[in-house]
């Protein structure tokens, strides 16, 4: 009887437990992974009880998701730009309506301060 | 007699390698591209900002719920509370308060009035970068 000689093979790694880690990591990173950014943005406030003070400064009141009041003239955002890039920066300060989300005043924050304006403060007064 | 060899009985692993390298090419780019973040202790929708400012590293410990509630890690914190202890319960020069886009000017007003009172003269408020 003649037998083909045993085929000597080495002893390899087996894949399978490395390939069931990497899927278990996979799924891991892919659970606990966040693309978006959040950031921490400084925001200076001012009590009431400044308000004496804030006269001397140029006020913004946001009334609305689209508009505000600016030295009892009402003007829209893109109103508020352009008013905004005619004028030197300047201190001034933020007064919201009651109703207004924080999504608006912070809208609001963002357009004055991309003008070049970084003295803004928020001031707890309606 | 012929025995017939093992190759036959072999684990076919030639058809997964592409699998497995398209596995490993995703978990590079999930383990390079993204971050890990803890999650808020509520759900938050956290406002957009077009502004650059500095990323975030650990979630802030004050949260406002749309509703106007107050929490300090995750439990309820009176506004009175805040601005008395205030300055002991954060222990920082600029405290950072996680609102809701949706709060309103009405409920926000009182919270950072009540850390005025706690003698914090700024707040750090947790923004989302908008990536347009």
Request: hydrophobic share 45%; glycine share 4%; charged share 20%.
């Given at each position: 009887?003649?037998?083909?000689?045993?085929?000597?093979?080495?002893?390899?790694?087996?894949?399978?437990?490395?390939?069931?880690?990497?899927?278990?990591?996979?799924?891991?990173?892919?659970?606990?992974?966040?693309?978006?950014?959040?950031?921490?943005?400084?925001?200076?406030?001012?009590?009431?009880?400044?308000?004496?003070?804030?006269?001397?400064?140029?006020?913004?009141?946001?009334?609305?998701?689209?508009?505000?009041?600016?030295?009892?003239?009402?003007?829209?955002?893109?109103?508020?730009?352009?008013?905004?890039?005619?004028?030197?920066?300047?201190?001034?300060?933020?007064?919201?309506?009651?109703?207004?989300?924080?999504?608006?005043?912070?809208?609001?924050?963002?357009?004055?301060?991309?003008?070049?304006?970084?003295?803004?403060?928020?001031?707890?007064?309606? | 007699?012929?025995?017939?060899?093992?190759?036959?009985?072999?684990?076919?692993?030639?058809?997964?390698?592409?699998?497995?390298?398209?596995?490993?090419?995703?978990?590079?780019?999930?383990?390079?591209?993204?971050?890990?973040?803890?999650?808020?202790?509520?759900?938050?929708?956290?406002?957009?900002?077009?502004?650059?400012?500095?990323?975030?590293?650990?979630?802030?410990?004050?949260?406002l719920q749309p509703g106007g509630e107050l929490l300090l890690d995750g439990e309820a914190l009176s506004r009175e509370r805040l601005a008395a202890e205030g300055g002991q319960l954060l222990a920082s020069e600029r405290p950072r308060l996680h609102a809701d886009a949706r709060v309103s000017s009405k409920a926000l007003r009182p919270v950072l009035q009540a850390l005025r009172d706690a003698g914090f003269d700024s707040v750090q408020l947790i923004t989302l970068r908008s990536e347009s």
């Open positions: 009887m003649h037998l083909d000689p045993p085929v000597h093979r080495s002893p390899g790694i087996g894949l399978t437990p490395l390939i069931d880690v990497v899927f278990i990591l996979l799924v891991f990173f892919m659970l606990v992974t966040r693309f978006t950014t959040l950031q921490q943005a400084p925001l200076p406030i001012r009590s009431a009880g400044a308000a004496g003070a804030e006269q001397q400064l140029t006020r913004v009141h946001i009334t609305s998701a689209d508009e505000v009041e600016m030295s009892d003239r009402t003007l829209s955002l893109s109103a508020l730009e352009g008013w905004l890039d005619e004028h030197d920066p300047r201190p001034l300060y933020i007064t919201t309506a009651d109703p207004v989300p924080l999504a608006t005043t912070i809208d609001v924050t963002d357009r004055i301060r991309a003008a070049g304006y970084s003295d803004v403060k928020l001031a707890l007064l309606e | 007699m012929r025995i017939a060899s093992d190759e036959r009985r072999r684990p076919m692993l030639e058809p997964m390698l592409p699998l497995i390298n398209v596995v490993f090419l995703l978990l590079v780019f999930f383990m390079v591209a993204g971050h890990m973040a803890q999650q808020p202790p509520v759900e938050i929708q956290t406002p957009e900002s077009d502004a650059r400012h500095q990323p975030l590293e650990d979630m802030p410990r004050l949260t």
